[in-house]
């Protein structure tokens, strides 16, 4: 049933390395503007925190493939990037693909942010104005520790869905692991065996995401324990 992989096996490697690499980016992009539009919705500026609501509501609402097509084509047009290839892919759609990525998981990540923000002690805020700390170093080195600790399933389970989301690229020609199945399928005129191939490594990736997820939460949890 799998004895094609002795042959395409180099094609699914490329995919993986593809959804790795677009994975990453579009994360390191979800954890920035997440951080940003927190702070934005939190803000005690109107407009900041409506723009935050906007864009929240927008990016939610709205379908992950529609706002990687949207994101593609308007990017295509805007900026001039080069046709580099790279794993198999384009630069012009790699990038804007991550992009995309990053643009859909920053909503989810401003509001994971969000409810670890409020779930901690407004008396802890006090506390480091009352101290002479202003409000900016209060919330990044009292509030924000705290929050992240608490919200480390959430945010990993966001890390996970972004890597699984990553398939959508294939509508604008990334050739991740979903669009190499589906290449090799076509190939051979049955399309079950490389899609099951592709579930395969969609799990793998996911499975050891999570793992590296709770090292990190046990980590962090020891440090909180040995510095109460």
Do not use: C, H
């Not at 935050?52 to 593609?72: E, K, S």
């Not at 699984?164 to 604008?172: M, T």
């Amino acid at each position: 049933m799998f004895d094609f992989l002795k042959q395409y096996y180099p094609v699914f490697l490329e995919g993986t390395a593809q959804t790795i690499l677009i994975s990453i980016i579009g994360i390191v992009i979800g954890i920035l503007l997440g951080l940003i539009f927190v702070m934005f919705r939190l803000s005690k500026i109107k407009a900041l925190s409506y723009i935050a609501r906007v864009y929240i509501a927008i990016v939610r609402g709205t379908p992950a493939m529609i706002q990687v097509m949207l994101i593609y084509y308007t990017l295509s047009n805007v900026l001039a990037v080069p046709q580099i290839q790279f794993l198999g892919s384009g630069l012009d759609r790699v990038i804007p693909g991550s992009i995309a990525l990053g643009i859909n998981s920053g909503a989810y990540t401003a509001e994971i942010f969000r409810s670890g923000i409020i779930s901690i002690s407004k008396g802890q805020t006090e506390a480091g104005i009352s101290l002479g700390l202003s409000e900016r170093t209060t919330m990044f080195s009292i509030i924000l520790p705290q929050a992240v600790r608490n919200i480390l399933p959430a945010l990993g389970n966001e890390f996970i869905s972004l890597v699984k989301e990553s398939s959508v690229l294939f509508y604008i020609g990334v050739q991740e692991v979903t669009a190499q199945a589906l290449g090799v399928g076509g190939t051979l005129y049955n399309f079950v065996p490389p899609l099951i191939v592709a579930a395969i490594i969609y799990f793998v990736l996911t499975f050891v995401l999570s793992q590296l997820m709770q090292i990190v939460e046990r980590r962090m949890g020891r440090k909180y324990i040995q510095s109460n």
